[in-house]
């Protein structure tokens, strides 16, 4: 039974918080519940971004969506180059000190921009940063590059989101070969690009994912899950699902282990190819 509980104030334009808090208002001191500010949630100048305006509105909005009088795990959803990051850190710092914060975390940022705020945080006595959630699976691995080996040094939890690669490591996809047919075979066969060599190895991937599946009796999804588990620094993969089934598939990855064979052939077959491009989340910052 799974007891961490990730959302944010910008979901559903705030149904989400509002459900879990319904959830969760009888069992409050058995969940580890996490929520983010940052994104819009209006069209006021403050709706967005780390003002300490914004931030303690943030926080107020969404202990009263949740119907508690603290968070667990508070995360900034994504790095604001407006908003100097020492204001957002003495910020949190004073909700921490107001007992309506329990710890700090953030998400989607880039290796510079942690190390930033752990030296900020250092420099003037604030809280600092425990967790940082990226997107990561075995078809995702961007974070490998440099934020992986900074968690691992500076004692950050990670907290992996799309850890099954958006359905693709799923049953979601049961059946899919490589590609082997038509245009995009020949766009596969004649390009070198680094599109078409990301989706020939994605494939591999979740064709290897489904053979030790099918060796183990697992499912691919509770396959995948576990290797994010037995993987170094990763302390809790996010999952979504969409009903009680997926749910109980899913926490299935949990109570066991893959061997080291399994998962040392998952590892490698999923490595990042060095002239994969570092653009997911530089672009995503672009576009806010």
Same mark, same amino acid.
Request: hydrophobic share 35%; charged share 25%.
């Given at each position: 039974?799974?007891?961490?509980?990730?959302?944010?104030?910008?979901?559903?334009?705030?149904?989400?918080?509002?459900?879990?808090g319904?959830?969760?208002?009888?069992?409050?001191q %058995?969940?580890?519940?996490?929520?983010? *500010?940052?994104?819009?949630?209006?069209d006021? /100048?403050?709706?967005?971004?780390?003002?300490?305006?914004?931030? *303690?509105?943030?926080?107020?909005?969404?202990? #009263?969506?949740?119907?508690? %009088?603290?968070?667990?795990?508070?995360?900034?959803?994504?790095?604001?180059?407006?908003?100097?990051?020492?204001?957002?850190? #003495?910020?949190?710092?004073?909700?921490? @000190?107001?007992?309506? *914060?329990?710890?700090?975390?953030?998400?989607?940022?880039?290796?510079?921009? *942690? $190390?930033?705020?752990? @030296?900020?945080?250092?420099?003037?006595?604030?809280?600092?940063?425990?967790?940082?959630?990226?997107?990561?699976?075995?078809?995702?691995?961007?974070?490998?590059? &440099?934020?992986?080996?900074?968690?691992? &040094?500076?004692g $950050?939890?990670?907290?992996?989101w799309?850890?099954?690669?958006?359905?693709?490591?799923? #049953?979601?996809?049961?059946?899919?070969?490589?590609?082997?047919?038509?245009?995009? @075979?020949?766009?596969?066969?004649? &390009?070198?690009?680094?599109?078409?060599?990301?989706?020939?190895?994605?494939?591999?991937?979740?064709?290897?994912?489904?053979?030790?599946? @099918?060796?183990?009796?697992?499912? /691919?999804?509770?396959?995948?899950?576990?290797?994010?588990?037995?993987?170094?620094?990763?302390?809790?993969?996010?999952?979504?699902?969409?009903?009680?089934?997926?749910?109980?598939?899913?926490i299935?990855?949990?109570?066991?282990k893959?061997?080291?064979?399994?998962?040392?052939?998952?590892?490698?077959?999923s490595?990042?190819?060095? &002239?994969?491009?570092?653009?997911f989340?530089?672009?995503?910052?672009?576009?806010?």
């Amino acid at each position: 039974m799974g007891n961490f509980i990730d959302t944010a104030d910008v979901y559903v334009v705030g149904t989400s918080e509002e459900i879990v808090g319904k959830a969760i208002k009888d069992k409050r001191q %058995d969940v580890i519940l996490a929520t983010k *500010v940052r994104m819009k949630v209006g069209d006021r /100048p403050n709706d967005v971004g780390y003002s300490p305006k914004r931030v *303690v509105d943030g926080i107020e909005a969404s202990l #009263r969506r949740l119907q508690t %009088d603290y968070v667990d795990l508070y995360q900034l959803h994504v790095w604001d180059h407006l908003t100097p990051i020492e204001e957002t850190l #003495r910020t949190l710092d004073d909700l921490i @000190s107001s007992s309506k *914060v329990r710890y700090i975390g953030c998400a989607n940022f880039l290796a510079w921009q *942690v $190390m930033k705020s752990l @030296s900020v945080s250092e420099q003037k006595g604030f809280a600092k940063f425990i967790s940082i959630q990226p997107q990561y699976s075995l078809i995702n691995r961007e974070m490998d590059r &440099e934020v992986m080996s900074l968690c691992l &040094e500076e004692g $950050m939890g990670v907290l992996p989101w799309g850890p099954l690669g958006s359905g693709f490591l799923t #049953r979601k996809y049961e059946g899919l070969e490589t590609p082997s047919f038509g245009r995009l @075979s020949q766009g596969l066969q004649g &390009e070198s690009s680094w599109e078409n060599k990301g989706l020939v190895r994605n494939f591999k991937i979740v064709n290897k994912v489904k053979e030790i599946a @099918s060796q183990i009796e697992k499912t /691919p999804a509770q396959v995948a899950l576990n290797w994010l588990l037995m993987k170094e620094g990763v302390t809790s993969p996010i999952f979504g699902a969409r009903t009680l089934e997926q749910y109980r598939e899913n926490i299935g990855a949990v109570g066991w282990k893959l061997s080291h064979e399994h998962f040392t052939e998952l590892d490698k077959i999923s490595a990042l190819p060095s &002239e994969y491009p570092n653009h997911f989340i530089e672009k995503f910052q672009r576009s806010l």
